[in-house]
């Protein structure tokens, strides 16, 4: 039987991989990505999901942590979880144990739901301590030197310099996201220069996104 060659697949959905210590400023370049066309799946705003009054989620959160992390409404006190589990690597793992796999199946549920070319970009804080770099087609890393991280969290966020330090420590360091990194912004730059490179970002994916793809020999 002869063999032929498939031509050139029309493109497939560029799945991108964006993450950055706490208080590197994701939010903003997700925003401009989106401002781009991107289609955003935001692990935080999931996580917060599935955790939400009502679901299993927060009972097994309730379950594992006692009914002290919960506010007067019913909702997870997210402030005073925090103070619990990142003060001690055990706890986080417990809670990380039960929201990980629920963030995972509803981010497939989206990604599901995005375009068959469409650029989508993954929010995902923990990706480089979680080893998720392998599941994305590129990692985006937003960079920030940890002094600015602190004055972030301290001046913009409110935080004491201590929980600041201790949710900063419980992190991945700078050095092992940047080494996990295909692309690094930097945002330790005025917004301007932030927004140029974000365009310039863009247009690589765009591009990756529209390459054609050979098809296997069949």
């Not at 066309?37 to 999931?46: C, N």
């Not at 006190?77 to 986080?92: C, E, H, M, N, Q």
């Amino acid at each position: 039987m002869a063999l032929s060659v498939a031509g050139p697949k029309l493109p497939d959905m560029l799945k991108v991989g964006l993450t950055g210590g706490i208080g590197a400023g994701k939010s903003e370049v997700s925003r401009l990505l989106v401002e781009r066309g991107a289609v955003l799946i935001d692990a935080d705003r999931i996580a917060r999901e599935v955790v939400a009054p009502g679901t299993p989620g927060l009972a097994s959160v309730v379950e594992a942590f006692g009914e002290e992390i919960l506010a007067a409404d019913g909702s997870l006190d997210r402030p005073r979880l925090g103070a619990i589990v990142f003060a001690d690597a055990d706890k986080l793992a417990t809670l990380n144990s039960i929201v990980h796999p629920l963030v995972g199946a509803r981010s497939r549920e989206l990604e599901e739901a995005a375009a068959e070319d469409a650029v989508v970009i993954h929010d995902v804080p923990l990706l480089t301590e979680n080893g998720l770099a392998p599941l994305y087609d590129l990692v985006i890393v937003v960079d920030t030197a940890p002094e600015t991280q602190l004055d972030r969290l301290v001046r913009l966020r409110g935080m004491t310099e201590e929980d600041a330090r201790a949710r900063m420590a419980a992190q991945a360091t700078r050095e092992q996201r940047r080494e996990i990194a295909d692309i690094v912004i930097d945002n330790d730059v005025p917004l301007e220069e932030l927004e140029q490179r974000v365009k310039d970002v863009w247009a690589e994916l765009v591009r990756r996104s529209q390459a054609p793809r050979p098809s296997p020999v069949e």
